[in-house]
């Protein structure tokens, strides 16, 4: 059995992760790094090859699979050469930052017959799995309605993380598209948004400068709707997604605080991550009272909490199983046939235009070429 071949771009807090993720396996090796920061220190740990250059990376014959995990505002062109090189590609999220990007990686990957997987990790949870199932038999009836909210504080932010910057992270919208990706797996593509928000309390020098307060309404024609908020203004934590059916409604609870369906008839609890060790550390990473966006969202030598070690395991093992041939399984089929990241882009490039221009949009206003928003 020969072994798949990994090349890094982007050595950071989740670049890291993913790797070391992949090289638990006997049959993955990790050849190549790039990072401009992190590389050289972190190569040793595979005997990778740094290189200078990620268009280099791309081009290695020791590369079969570029992970991409540099800053935000990078991915479209690194995932475009790579793919257009014929290599198979995993990228983080948001995969872009608008949805014409999107398209390019898409069609690059589609002209090369490469594989391109978007990182949206939230599928791979047991809790969103286990919803899905109970969906997909019935439980709650149809859906009517989604609540997804991912609204916290963060005090003295650091402005020069790129991660604080609007035009480089994409802001809360981008950067924890999450929300809206597990909405949309649920609801579908929505017909028009609206979507308001500003910076309401981080406007100090460096404070960095993405809104910190957005709220967003999503409709289906009428017949089912959708409300989205994040934001780093609110002293009130809340991270959850609520699902409500015609005949019950289930809670994925996102801070450590479990997972419930409840219909008129029976109740069901179950846990977001795959041990109470990982839904612990859960918890332990909402209440630690610490909420300096920099150390909230990981820096480069940060490593990830022990939940987040679980989910990256899951989903890159998937990842892996395809590079070995493995089939692809119909609840992920999503996450590289460029649906999830398509939709998803076109979703939050249509929000972002009904914030600018104070109008509701409709998602076809983004998909029929309106302009990139971010
Ligand atoms: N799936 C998740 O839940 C999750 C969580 C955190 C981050 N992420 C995503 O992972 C990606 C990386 O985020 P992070 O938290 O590791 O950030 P980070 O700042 O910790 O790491 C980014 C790394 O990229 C390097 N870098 C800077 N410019 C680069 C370039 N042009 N090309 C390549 N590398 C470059 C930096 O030196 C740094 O080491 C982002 O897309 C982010 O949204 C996903």
Not at 43 to 69: H, M, N, S
Not at 81 to 96: D, H, M, T, Y
């Amino acid at each position: 059995m020969s072994t798949i071949r990994y090349g890094l771009i982007g050595a950071g807090y989740l670049g890291k992760a993913l790797v070391r993720a992949l090289n638990r396996h006997d049959d993955a090796t990790i050849t190549a790094i790039f990072d401009p920061l992190t590389g050289d220190a972190f190569a040793a740990e595979f005997g990778a090859t740094v290189y200078a250059d990620w268009k280099e990376l791309c081009a290695a014959d020791d590369v079969d699979a570029v992970i991409v995990a540099s800053p935000n505002w990078a991915h479209h062109e690194q995932v475009v050469e790579a793919a257009r090189l014929g290599k198979a590609v995993f990228c983080e999220k948001p995969v872009a930052l608008s949805y014409e990007h999107t398209v390019n990686m898409v069609e690059a990957a589609q002209a090369s017959g490469s594989l391109f997987m978007v990182g949206h990790v939230t599928h791979f949870m047991s809790g969103v799995r286990r919803a899905k199932e109970l969906i997909a038999e019935g439980a709650i009836g149809d859906i009517v309605f989604c609540r997804a909210v991912r609204n916290t504080w963060e005090g003295q932010r650091d402005g020069s993380s790129w991660k604080k910057q609007q035009a480089l992270s994409g802001g809360h919208l981008y950067h924890h598209i999450h929300e809206l990706d597990l909405v949309l797996s649920l609801l579908g593509e929505a017909s028009t948004v609206t979507m308001v928000g500003g910076n309401v309390a981080h406007r100090g020098v460096g404070e960095g400068s993405e809104d910190d307060v957005l709220a967003a309404l999503l409709e289906y024609d009428g017949t089912r709707f959708a409300a989205i908020e994040y934001g780093s203004a609110f002293r009130w934590t809340e991270h959850y997604v609520l699902i409500e059916g015609t005949q019950g409604a289930i809670r994925l609870g996102m801070q450590g605080d479990g997972c419930e369906l409840r219909t008129p008839d029976r109740v069901e609890r179950f846990p977001l991550h795959r041990t109470p060790e990982e839904e612990e550390s859960r918890a332990a990473f909402y209440n630690r009272g610490e909420r300096d966006a920099s150390a909230l969202f990981g820096t480069p030598n940060a490593d990830v909490p022990l939940w987040m070690a679980g989910i990256l395991e899951e989903e890159t093992d998937y990842f892996h199983a395809l590079m070995r041939g493995g089939e692809v399984r119909e609840e992920f089929r999503s996450l590289t046939d460029g649906s999830a990241a398509l939709a998803s882009l076109a979703t939050a490039d249509a929000m972002m235009l009904s914030q600018r221009e104070g109008r509701k949009a409709a998602v076809t206003d983004i998909t029929a070429g309106a302009p990139a928003n971010v």
